[in-house]
């Protein structure tokens, strides 16, 4: 007899459910009360596992951001072809996953990783970026200095950061340009 694995068990419960991720879509949507009830289940780890074999809560898996990634800066490049066409400059602003420091060595490995290769396609499409990465990586923990403690969004001093970083980096392309 096969043994059933927890993939074909998510692919079982996948395939009975079909409506769940429309259902899910509605609910974020339309109800401000689910992202607080699914924020609190996440917190809880046995009912997180069980939200995860049924589909209401998906892992982000790296390889997967990676070819959603290598879109974005193909979508990014011809964007800014256009926006060159009306504008100076199109400056991205690079935000480090909060992943770089959550979850176990090889999720943070593989984040370094997609980060490296985002950077990489950037520079290597002549992109103009800023990568917040290197200055936020400056304090031992910059998930606990830079993010809320149940929130993947960055706190005050995570925002005050950004905007100095993206401050001070303007002003110095506008004084670049000025010369």
Do not use: C
């Given at each position: 007899?096969?043994?059933?694995?927890?993939?074909?068990?998510?692919?079982?419960?996948?395939?009975?459910?079909?409506?769940?991720?429309?259902?899910?879509d509605w609910?974020?949507?339309?109800?401000?009360?689910?992202?607080?009830?699914?924020?609190?289940?996440?917190?809880?780890?046995?009912?997180?596992?069980?939200?995860?074999?049924?589909?209401?809560?998906?892992?982000?898996?790296?390889?997967?951001?990676?070819?959603?990634?290598?879109?974005?800066?193909?979508?990014?490049?011809?964007?800014?072809?256009?926006?060159?066409?009306?504008?100076?400059?199109?400056?991205?602003?690079?935000?480090?996953?909060?992943?770089?420091?959550?979850?176990?060595?090889?999720?943070?490995?593989?984040?370094?990783?997609?980060?490296?290769?985002?950077?990489?396609?950037?520079?290597?499409?002549?992109?103009m970026f800023?990568?917040?990465?290197?200055?936020?990586?400056?304090?031992?923990?910059?998930?606990?200095?830079?993010?809320?403690?149940?929130?993947?969004?960055?706190?005050?001093?995570?925002?005050?950061?950004?905007?100095?970083?993206i401050g001070?980096?303007?002003?110095?392309?506008?004084?670049?340009?000025?010369?």
């Open positions: 007899m096969k043994k059933e694995t927890s993939a074909s068990k998510n692919n079982y419960v996948r395939s009975t459910i079909p409506y769940l991720p429309r259902l899910k609910l974020h949507r339309n109800i401000s009360l689910y992202q607080f009830v699914a924020k609190i289940a996440t917190r809880d780890l046995p009912l997180t596992d069980f939200l995860k074999r049924v589909g209401v809560i998906e892992k982000v898996i790296p390889t997967a951001a990676a070819r959603t990634s290598a879109v974005s800066v193909l979508k990014t490049t011809n964007f800014n072809k256009e926006f060159k066409k009306n504008a100076d400059e199109l400056v991205i602003v690079l935000i480090p996953s909060r992943y770089l420091w959550h979850g176990n060595d090889n999720d943070r490995k593989s984040y370094q990783k997609l980060h490296n290769e985002i950077v990489s396609s950037l520079q290597n499409k002549g992109l800023i990568d917040l990465l290197p200055t936020f990586e400056k304090v031992e923990n910059p998930l606990s200095s830079y993010h809320f403690k149940y929130d993947g969004h960055w706190n005050k001093r995570g925002h005050l950061l950004a905007a100095e970083i001070n980096f303007l002003i110095s392309l506008k004084e670049n340009s000025n010369k």
